[in-house]
């Protein structure tokens, strides 16, 4: 019998998830566009919209626009279900995304639809959202999202999505 092999630094791991969420975050501009961050614990993302003026919508109120509340909860939704994607080949050492060029990086989820439920007023204030991946298939995938502001007990928005799943590169 062959002895275990010797596990990986945890600070080797850690690097690699950290460099694989940058990879990917880096690769979609409208992330960056709307200033999206997300923070890592383990496998699960916690995606952070940072509150600046020209998110607002209704001034007199004032109110997250919409459509900023929407893309959030999208862009949250498609990354989560992305990070669950690669997330077994990643903790394999098979998938190294350091430096990688746009076209090593996975392919996203393509949205086929998403349903988004305003519950409240999006407050001027930062905001946060989790997605929990319902059902994953390798064609299809369903998440929900749900974003919040003060308190994760009162959100302000929750959405379903529908996703094409991406076939990998050949």
């Known amino acids: 019998m062959s002895p275990r092999p010797k596990?990986?630094?945890?600070?080797?791991?850690?690097?690699?998830?950290?460099?694989?969420?940058?990879?990917?975050?880096d690769g979609v501009?409208?992330?960056?566009?709307?200033?999206?961050?997300?923070?890592?614990?383990?496998?699960?993302?916690?995606?952070?919209?940072p509150f600046k003026d020209s998110l607002i919508g209704n001034p007199i109120l004032p109110a997250?626009?919409?459509?900023?509340?929407?893309?959030?909860?999208?862009?949250?939704?498609?990354?989560?279900?992305?990070w669950a994607f690669i997330w077994s080949d990643l903790e394999a050492g098979k998938l190294d995304l350091e430096g990688a060029a746009p076209?090593?990086?996975?392919?996203?989820?393509?949205t086929v639809d998403f349903t988004v439920d305003y519950l409240r007023t999006g407050l001027p204030?930062?905001?946060?959202?989790?997605?929990?991946?319902?059902?994953?298939?390798?064609?299809?995938?369903?998440v929900q999202v749900e974003g919040w502001q003060d308190?994760?007990?009162?959100?302000?928005?929750q959405a379903m999505g529908h996703?094409?799943?991406?076939?990998p590169r050949g």
């Open 125 to 142: 204030r930062d905001a946060y959202a989790r997605a929990r991946v319902t059902r994953s298939g390798r064609r299809y995938a369903s």
């Open 64 to 82: 997250l626009h919409g459509g900023a509340t929407a893309a959030f909860l999208e862009v949250t939704a498609v990354m989560t279900l992305n």
């Open 151 to 157: 308190n994760r007990e009162r959100p302000f928005a």
């Open 7 to 25: 596990p990986e630094p945890v600070q080797v791991i850690k690097q690699r998830r950290d460099a694989a969420l940058r990879a990917l975050l």
């Open 29 to 49: 501009p409208y992330v960056r566009f709307l200033g999206i961050e997300f923070e890592r614990r383990g496998d699960e993302l916690t995606g952070i919209l």
């Open 103 to 110: 076209k090593d990086l996975p392919r996203l989820p393509k």
């Open 163 to 167: 996703f094409v799943m991406p076939q």
